[in-house]
């Protein structure tokens, strides 16, 4: 164990496990393992790092330790007719390249930051995994090694989405009046199905807990070769199943929070300080909600996963009482989490008011985002979009600040109640009064801009942030 450092003075007891390009992998004494930038170390141990002989890449396969079952006789074959697809092989899913197994399920990238990856498919209506339709398969990976799987089939939210993903979400017809007794016989009839596939190969499953404060629920398991298979139902809201490690399983899923000696530096260096005075919280995951209204969720799920707190859209609809299709309370959902958040030692702020530039710099020039709630409305999104656009050829910030101060000075943005939207404030631009902001729709949609005065006028005056 060696005492590291960081430039703001901080230090945490750790074990150098390994290097990969400009970032630097450490484990604690609890066997959790960080991720961060070597910059952000003392000069001390930066040549430490450098010279260290152990430094080996923390992309190296680490080997497999798991406690024998009596399933782990099949083979990945066996396993992979009950999966339904090219799931599993010789080698763990947790040694193995993400990339490499999204492209033999077909799962196309969703996210890449410095040390972080997922991969998300909203499948069609053909693609069958245990027996059942998921409508959303995702999976997570840290240095390109897998971490978790998170497949949701029958769900409120899904089965009255929209007419498609980003700005048309909006398009969707009103959830019929029998929309709850819809949702339980979908959800009975996946959760029958994927439970039998299941218990056909792997026998009967333990029942167990899992899961963290407002997320905590009753668990099938099934084990295999250091896989475990989790299925959950949360009643009235999603059929899920979760493909973890033995040793999360154990621990109940439970995570120790970072803390800020690592977390601060971390996000800190993810801040861009661009020549054109453009300041950007950078190095962002990106989920993308789908057709449906779950931007509350979704844009909650990007905030917590970004300081270092494990989140899932579908189990924060669920604690913000998602509606049928979507429409989500931040406060509740917030409100719901509180216990979670703070119990991995971070904490949120809630306020109500005019979009002011001086409150944004005071958590954006830290490196944390801002969670807005606003109307996003057809007049709004073409504004962002084109301005988004012309912003990518401006040679000359003068005659730029003059044109969009003219633009916005004549652009009227009324609201509309039913375009209710949330996304993260990621920045701004002081001397053009700009702000960045992104929108959970996927990555064409990472950073978007527009002027102070036009946010005022589709802002629904209430913010939020998970902070430190």
């Not at 339904?84 to 399920?105: C, H, M, N, R, Y």
């Not at 989405?161 to 016989?185: L, N, R, Y």
């Not at 493909?243 to 899923?253: E, L, Q």
Request: glycine share 8%.
């Amino acid at each position: 164990m060696r005492t590291f450092t960081n430039t703001q003075g901080k230090a945490i007891q750790a074990k150098l496990v390994g290097v990969n390009g400009t970032n630097v992998t450490v484990e604690m004494a609890n066997g959790q393992k960080y991720t961060f930038p070597i910059a952000s170390l003392s000069a001390a141990d930066q040549q430490y790092i450098k010279s260290a002989p152990s430094a080996a890449p923390a992309t190296a396969a680490p080997k497999l330790t798991f406690k024998a079952g009596p399933n782990d006789k099949l083979e990945p074959a066996a396993v992979n007719e009950a999966v339904g697809q090219p799931l599993f092989g010789d080698v763990a899913l947790w040694t193995s390249s993400a990339e490499e197994i999204a492209a033999k399920l077909g799962i196309p990238p969703e996210s890449k930051t410095k040390t972080s990856s997922s991969y998300r498919s909203y499948t069609k209506d053909d693609y069958l995994m245990f027996g059942a339709h998921p409508f959303s398969v995702a999976m997570y990976a840290e240095n390109d090694k897998i971490t978790n799987l998170s497949l949701v089939f029958a769900n409120k939210g899904d089965l009255f989405s929209a007419k498609g993903g980003g700005e048309m979400h909006f398009d969707k017809d009103t959830p019929p009046a029998k929309a709850a007794q819809i949702v339980k016989t979908a959800m009975d009839k996946d959760l029958a199905s994927i439970s039998a596939a299941l218990t056909k190969t792997l026998g009967a499953p333990q029942k167990e807990r899992f899961g963290e404060k407002a997320g905590r629920m009753n668990m099938q398991r099934w084990d295999w070769r250091g896989h475990s298979i989790l299925l959950a139902e949360a009643e009235g809201e999603y059929v899920g199943v979760q493909i973890v490690t033995n040793a999360f399983a154990d621990a109940g899923g439970k995570v120790e929070g970072i803390s800020d000696t690592v977390i601060k530096p971390r996000v800190l260096a993810n801040l861009e300080k661009r020549e054109n005075g453009d300041i950007v919280v950078g190095d962002l995951p990106m989920v993308d909600q789908g057709p449906k209204g779950y931007c509350a969720p979704a844009t909650a799920e990007r905030a917590m996963r970004y300081l270092g707190i494990p989140a899932d859209m579908y189990i924060l609809a669920n604690a913000g009482n998602t509606g049928y299709g979507g429409g989500t309370s931040v406060t509740a959902l917030l409100e719901g989490m509180a216990d979670q958040i703070r119990s991995k030692r971070r904490s949120f702020d809630a306020w109500n008011g005019e979009f002011k530039l001086k409150e944004l710099q005071k958590y954006i020039d830290r490196g944390v985002p801002v969670m807005w709630c606003l109307y996003s409305t057809d007049g709004f999104n073409k504004t962002a979009n084109d301005r988004t656009k012309a912003r990518k050829e401006v040679t000359d910030w003068a005659a730029w600040k003059t044109k969009v101060t003219s633009e916005s000075a004549s652009n009227s943005l009324p609201k509309d109640k039913e375009t209710g939207h949330v996304v993260l404030v990621i920045g701004y631009n002081k001397d053009t009064n700009e702000i960045a902001f992104s929108d959970s729709w996927g990555e064409r949609y990472k950073e978007r801009w527009i002027t102070l005065s036009e946010a005022e006028q589709v802002s629904q005056q209430r913010f939020y942030v998970i902070g430190f």
